[in-house]
């Protein structure tokens, strides 16, 4: 079967969007109903952590699986929307191409906008040293 060759007219626009934690799970929610436009949440991980419940997993009050649901699940109603796993290493603005890598398999993903929302590290502003006393608490494994 073959089909029609798309005309720009028709060509849906492709949204590209690097993380799956707050920015990036609500950039593609606010995107839901947007025409003509395919989704593509690319994270390196499965879940979205909902990080300011950490805390009551280290303590034992919740369960992982209560602040860390699948992003695929979260996202599962968006019939404009896929994700992808993998890490992205590289972005080419001027062919509008998004790299990413899963073990070995390399993905280029094309894109007309692109939103990073890739996150932030543990800041002790300037006080690095505080770090040995005081640290961080963004990942499961650190609760």
Do not use: C, W
Request: hydrophobic share 40%; proline share 3%; charged share 20%.
């Amino acid at each position: 079967m073959t089909t029609a060759p798309t005309s720009d007219s028709t060509r849906r626009r492709q949204v590209v969007i690097v993380g799956s934690g707050f920015g990036g799970l609500f950039a593609a929610q606010r995107l839901r109903k947007a025409k003509n436009v395919d989704v593509t949440l690319i994270a390196k991980s499965t879940t979205h952590l909902f990080q300011p419940m950490l805390y009551q997993l280290a303590t034992g009050i919740v369960a992982e699986g209560e602040i860390a649901p699948a992003t695929r699940v979260v996202l599962e109603k968006q019939k404009n929307t896929r994700t992808l796993l993998g890490e992205v290493y590289d972005v080419d603005v001027e062919k509008q191409v998004v790299y990413s890598q899963l073990l070995e398999r390399v993905t280029e993903t094309p894109y007309d906008d692109l939103i990073i929302a890739a996150g932030a590290d543990q800041s002790y502003f300037g006080n690095d040293h505080f770090a040995e006393y005081a640290p961080g608490m963004k990942t499961i494994d650190h609760a």
